[in-house]
């Protein structure tokens, strides 16, 4: 054999990983042969933690440690707004921000029929189920400006809009910061198509 | 823009050519077989990144050889070098522009603008409606960077909502039908938008075809591109008309678990003297108006992104004659610089030529200057 066993697999098991090709799997796993036993074992123990410790929130469906996550826990947060995202690491890219002191929603996904998405395969059902328990004044979509998000954001809107409360987009378009001339002619393009007033 | 030369190497049954360009007219003379197309179609991989006629970069390799390059020097405001070479055994395309890699194909689309009259034009007078959509969507496509764009997400939109018909169709449930009209507002906002560009865009591209036609044409036949979106021609009409079509067909489309509602079902039906060409038109006004919307395409990309296209006419004059040929090769002038092949110099006579142009003669895969 050309390539000892352990090494084969370890190149098999790292190029599984989302954005990691089989020449990057090689280097990784070339990297963690030469590596000191320590450094080996804190990097496993820290993907083993990470899978046995952190669990999903019970209300948000964020990443946490516990059975409620930091930001539900929270008392300085405005519990009359909540911001539906796709995935947890949405919820990380707006935290980021520092404009948001509201709550979240993770979804786990988005609608798709081709790949078989319906509504109950993701958590729309628990999304009402807190409009229906708590006191919420303020939907906030935040899904990404795709076909499957559009569709996704259109499902839930017509939804919550019956319920009295009033439901926002994160708006969509030019970068911040960014001239005009060095945006790409489709974000323009849509940025005029979806003007609001002023 | 003008394309100054090229170079080919093992492209097809080039083995190695380096061809210099008139600014003018280029007329390309070969037998069928001999590699005259070959530069065409060379020219249009340097604009687009593409082959031609859909063929895969693998069959343009010559027969006995592992890659091919092709380079090109264009010559805008500054000048611009592309080179595009493919290799067998990596099957990997790689595309340069002024020595810098481009990895993206979108980021060379646009920058060499071309508009190609070829045998296939047939189609678009003779096929089916959607031969005619093809077209118009790529003109306005080429021009509007947003409509490619809205395009793309339509199309994937009515993928997922043709998918979703199905499955109800298949096994009727309250989780899936609970999803139609999210799918279908989403069809309904892309889709509004589509039928506004094309709008707008066929009221523009009469003028130019009309021009156009004139101009290969000496009688006085009226062409006309008519389009409307289920009886409607207003912009502001559109999503209520797309609304009420989808609320009247709700069922149907349950019924047959498809799509049966949208601009992708649009006709644009081409009119001669206020007849359906289709239907009534005889083979030399088929022929005149395929020439005549590719004319019109010219001089609407021109106007529209301020730039001249390349202009690439295949193999066309053979089946012409030759007052026709005459009259569309003074016309050729008012383009600029334009590569056309033909088969024997059974036309060549009659055309007008200038000594700027350039005849460029190929036999098997070697290109001689007459
Ligand atoms: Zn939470």
């Given at each position: 054999m050309l390539i000892a066993e352990p090494l084969q697999i370890a190149i098999e098991e790292l190029s599984k990983l989302p954005g990691i090709g089989r020449k990057t799997a090689q280097r990784l796993a070339l990297h963690v042969l030469k590596s000191d036993i320590n450094n080996v074992n804190n990097l496993l123990n820290s993907l083993k933690d990470l899978k046995e410790k952190i669990k999903f929130c019970?209300?948000?469906?964020?990443?946490?440690?516990?059975?409620?996550?930091d930001i539900c826990k929270s008392v300085k947060r405005d519990r009359t707004v909540i911001c539906v995202v796709e995935e947890a690491s949405d919820v990380i890219a707006i935290e980021k921000t520092n404009e948001y002191n509201g709550l979240y929603h993770v979804l786990g996904g988005v609608l798709s029929p081709l790949s078989g998405t319906d509504p109950e395969s993701l958590k729309i059902k628990e999304l009402f189920d807190r409009l229906e328990k708590e006191k919420i004044n303020e939907i906030i979509l935040a899904l990404n400006p795709d076909t499957e998000g559009e569709a996704t954001s259109l499902f839930l809107a017509k939804r919550i809009k019956p319920l009295g409360i009033n439901v926002t987009r994160i708006a969509r378009g030019l970068p911040i910061g960014g001239d005009l001339e060095f945006a790409d002619e489709a974000t323009i393009g849509r940025a005029v198509i979806n003007r609001s007033s002023i | 823009m003008i394309l100054k030369s090229i170079y080919l190497k093992n492209f097809r049954l080039h083995k190695s050519s380096v061809l210099e360009f008139s600014d003018e007219l280029n007329y390309i003379v070969g037998g069928n077989g001999q590699g005259k197309t070959t530069i065409l179609e060379s020219i249009y991989y340097l604009c687009t990144t593409k082959s031609l006629n859909g063929s895969s970069d693998y069959e343009s390799?010559?027969?006995?050889?592992?890659f091919f390059e092709i380079k090109g020097k264009f010559f805008d405001l500054t000048e611009n070098n592309v080179v595009i070479n493919f290799i067998n055994e990596s099957k990997r395309k790689n595309i340069y522009i002024d020595e810098k890699q481009i990895y993206k194909s979108s980021e060379v689309i646009g920058k060499f603008p071309v508009v190609t009259l070829t045998q296939s034009d047939h189609a678009v007078t003779f096929g089916s409606p959607g031969d005619r959509r093809k077209f118009i969507d790529s003109v306005i496509s080429q021009t509007s960077e947003t409509y490619l764009k809205i395009l793309i997400e339509y199309n994937k939109t009515l993928k997922q909502r043709s998918s979703l018909l199905s499955q109800i169709k298949e096994r009727y449930s309250p989780v899936l039908v609970d999803q139609l009209d999210a799918w279908s507002e989403a069809l309904l906002k892309n889709g509004s938008e589509i039928v506004k560009h094309r709008l707008k865009f066929i009221d523009e591209f009469n003028v130019y075809v009309s021009e156009a036609y004139k101009n290969v044409m000496e009688e006085s036949e009226i062409p006309f591109i008519d389009y409307d979106f289920y009886g409607s021609k207003k912009v502001d009409e559109i999503k209520d008309r797309f609304n009420e079509e989808l609320t009247t067909n709700r069922n149907d489309e349950i019924r047959r678990g498809t799509n049966l509602v949208g601009p992708h079902r649009d006709e644009f039906q081409f009119i001669l003297n206020g007849k359906e060409l289709r239907k009534y038109g005889s083979q030399g006004q088929h022929k005149t108006f395929q020439i005549a919307l590719r004319f019109a395409q010219f001089f609407y990309m021109k106007d529209k992104i301020q730039k001249s296209p390349i202009f690439l006419m295949d193999d066309?004059?053979?089946?012409?004659d030759s007052y026709r040929a005459k009259k569309i090769s003074h016309y050729l002038k008012e383009i600029g610089q334009a590569f056309i092949t033909m088969t024997d110099f059974t036309n060549y006579k009659f055309l007008a030529r200038n000594e700027k142009d350039k005849l460029i003669e190929v036999s098997e895969g070697k290109a001689v200057y007459a």
């Open positions: 019970k209300d948000c469906f964020n990443i946490s440690t516990d059975d409620l996550c | 390799v010559n027969f006995n050889e592992e066309v004059f053979g089946e012409l």
